[in-house]
């Protein structure tokens, strides 16, 4: 009968830094197309998440829309962006 050491490997793996996507008030787009835009681009969102973001934006100027890796953060910015949104990314302390 032979016994068998599991060797644990302790491999330390160092975490992405997260960036936060961030959604600016415009005064130019409709609030129902900003949520539109906002459940394309981040399909994770709800409609009642989206409209949440678009508010918060509308109320206090800027809005967190996600945290997520650099390159996803990035992405959902620009996308945002192509859609006449303000967007931008910043990392998450």
Do not use: W
């Not at 409609?47 to 959902?76: K, R, S």
């Amino acid at each position: 009968m032979s016994v068998e050491t599991l060797q644990k490997s302790s491999t330390v793996r160092k975490l992405a830094p997260r960036y936060r996507v961030l959604l600016h008030n415009d005064d130019y787009n409709p609030m129902e197309y900003v949520v539109q835009v906002l459940m394309t681009t981040i399909p994770s969102l709800t409609q009642p998440q989206a409209v949440d973001i678009m508010m918060e934006a509308h109320t206090n100027g800027i809005a967190l829309v996600i945290t997520c890796a650099q390159e996803h953060a990035e992405f959902y910015s620009e996308t945002l962006k192509n859609h006449g949104l303000t967007s931008t990314i910043e990392p998450d302390e």
